[in-house]
C-alpha cells in the first residue's frame, strides 16, 4: 500500500500527522511526502479507483462527495499519471525505509513542479529534500538511488570502482577491467561523492546494481 500525503511541516496538527505516518509505516505501508498535489484518489488493487472531492481523514462538515469507477483500464491510466510505480521505487531504500537526501539526511518528498513551469514538461514531478534550508536536491523520479558504497569489480569481487569524468558527467568504472566491466553511471548522493558537512546518511541495507541497470 503506498500513500501520498503532504509533509507533515505543511500541517497544522503536525504531531498528530506525525503519529499517524508512523502508525501506517509499522502497519507495512509505504508513505510518501508530496507536495503540491490536491487529489484525494484511492486506487486499490489496480482495478477499483475512489476519486472525488471527499477528504478521506478529515470531515469539517461541508459536503462533499466521492465516486467508485470499477475499472482496470481506468485504474491503470490514473496510476500512470501518478507514475505511481516510479514513486514507490524512488522514494523507498532497499530496506523498504523512507528514503533521505545525501545531501543534509532529511526525509525526501515528491516535489510538483507542475505549478512552477512555463512549459509542459515530461516528468513534473521529481525527488527534493523536505529541508528547506537543503537547496539544490532535485532528482528525476526514474533515476536509481544513490550508491551508498563504491561499486565493486563483478570479476574479482573487490576492486573499487573509480569516478572517471565523461563528457560532461561521470561514470563508475572498474579500473582493472575498464571494458570488460560495465560501467556505472554516476548519480549525486553516491558513496563518495557526498562531501556535505551535515550528519552522515546511513542505509541499513546496500543497493545491488544488477548489470542491466548500468550501461
Ligand atoms: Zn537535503
Ligand atoms: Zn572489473
Known amino acids: 500500500m503506498t500513500l501520498l500525503t503532504p509533509p507533515p511541516a505543511e500541517a497544522r496538527n503536525r504531531a498528530y500527522v506525525e503519529e499517524v505516518i508512523n502508525n501506517l509505516r509499522q502497519l507495512g505501508a509505504t508513505v510518501v511526502l508530496t507536495s503540491g498535489l490536491h487529489g484525494k484518489d484511492v486506487i486499490i488493487d489496480e482495478r477499483v479507483v475512489y476519486t472525488g472531492s471527499m477528504n478521506w481523514s478529515s470531515n469539517r462538515g461541508r459536503l462533499e462527495e466521492v465516486h467508485r469507477i470499477d475499472s482496470v483500464e481506468y485504474a491503470r491510466t490514473c496510476l500512470g499519471s501518478l ?7 524512488h522514494t523507498i531504500n532497499a530496506n523498504r525505509l523512507p528514503r533521505r537526501c545525501p545531501r543534509c539526511g532529511c526525509p525526501i518528498q515528491i516535489v510538483n513542479q507542475r505549478a512552477n513551469l512555463r512549459e509542459w514538461e515530461r ?93
Open 83 to 89: 507514475q505511481a510505480r516510479h514513486i514507490r521505487e
Open 123 to 215: 516528468q513534473p514531478l521529481k525527488i527534493g529534500c523536505t529541508n528547506a534550508e537543503c537547496e539544490g536536491y532535485l532528482r528525476p523520479l526514474d533515476e536509481r538511488l544513490p550508491l551508498t558504497t563504491v561499486p565493486l569489480c563483478a570479476i574479482d569481487g573487490k576492486t573499487k570502482y573509480r569516478l572517471t569524468a565523461r563528457g560532461k558527467g561521470k561514470v563508475w568504472k572498474c579500473p582493472k577491467h575498464p571494458s570488460k566491466c560495465a560501467q556505472i553511471k554516476f548519480v549525486p548522493g553516491d558513496a563518495e561523492s557526498s562531501r556535505h558537512t551535515g550528519p552522515t546518511v546511513t542505509t541499513s541495507a546496500q543497493i545491488s546494481l544488477p548489470m542491466d541497470d548500468a550501461f
